[in-house]
């Protein structure tokens, strides 16, 4: 059974960073894609970042270039750097791991909040 608990939301400035951390526990750690989505009061879920077993990376529009996800497979584990933060940043964060079609089912993070005011 896979289980992901998240970590490193909290209250930012504009301009400001945060790492956000997602860790999981399971055996298919390795061969699953990950991703981090978030979601803001009556806003529509949205995808910003996944990426592949093998590492590689694809952002959405609205974060490329100040937001940046990493994986450490030895520690099963997922990053989100958050640079240049927004007030339109402000949201739930969610990361999630989905193993290959037929593997398994998707798990997700408990959720994260992140706050950009001055």
């Known amino acids: 059974q896979v289980q992901l608990v998240e970590s490193g939301g909290g209250l930012v400035q504009p301009g400001g960073s945060l790492r956000l951390s997602c860790a999981a526990a399971?055996?298919?750690?390795?061969?699953?894609?990950m991703g981090w989505y978030r979601q803001a009061p009556g806003k529509q879920r949205e995808l910003i970042v996944t990426?592949?077993?093998?590492?590689?990376?694809n952002y959405a529009d609205s974060v490329k270039g100040r937001f940046t996800i990493s994986r450490d497979n030895a520690n099963n584990t997922v990053y989100l750097q958050m640079n240049s933060l927004k007030f339109e940043d402000t949201a739930a964060y969610y990361c999630y791991v989905r193993p290959p079609v037929g593997a398994g089912a998707t798990y997700w993070g408990q959720g994260t909040q992140v706050t950009v005011s001055s």
């Open positions: 990426i592949t077993p093998g590492g590689v990376p």
């Open positions: 399971g055996s298919i750690f390795r061969i699953a894609a």
